[in-house]
């Protein structure tokens, strides 16, 4: 429903308000304008023009048209993000984990073929006392 002491931006230049089963009268801030574009066919306003609809035919499509009940957003989207998101990590780790274990391999055989630089030999002197 539209009042005629509806208030309008003074830098307004378009308004369609075409077809959307308006009633009531048209606003004199958007009738008076000179300097804007206003489209309002195709609803049931009292403005004498004959673009309106009776003022039968916006209430009754109206009340065709009724309040859509609200779908419940399906929680596939949310479910798949979720387990992509869990994949990632998971899979993520176990390659770092495969990394970590290929890297130590490779130093593990790295140190077995390499001989030790500190290794001691230990002298064995065996020492022999004779008594006369």
Request: positive net charge.
């Amino acid at each position: 429903m539209l009042f005629e002491n509806t208030s309008c931006n003074a830098e307004l230049g378009f308004v369609d308000l075409s077809s959307n089963l308006l009633t009531g009268h048209l606003p004199s801030c958007l009738s008076d304008s000179k300097d804007a574009v206003f489209l309002y066919r195709k609803n049931c306003l009292t403005t004498g023009n004959e673009n309106q609809n009776p003022l039968t035919f916006c209430r009754n499509e109206a009340l065709a048209v009724g309040i859509l009940p609200q779908r419940k957003k399906s929680k596939l989207p949310k479910v798949s993000l979720a387990f992509g998101i869990i994949g990632g990590i998971v899979g993520g780790i176990v390659l770092l984990g495969l990394i970590f274990m290929f890297v130590r391999r490779l130093n593990a055989n790295k140190t077995i073929n390499k001989p030790t630089t500190r290794s001691i030999n230990f002298i064995h002197i065996e020492v022999t006392i004779r008594c006369k």
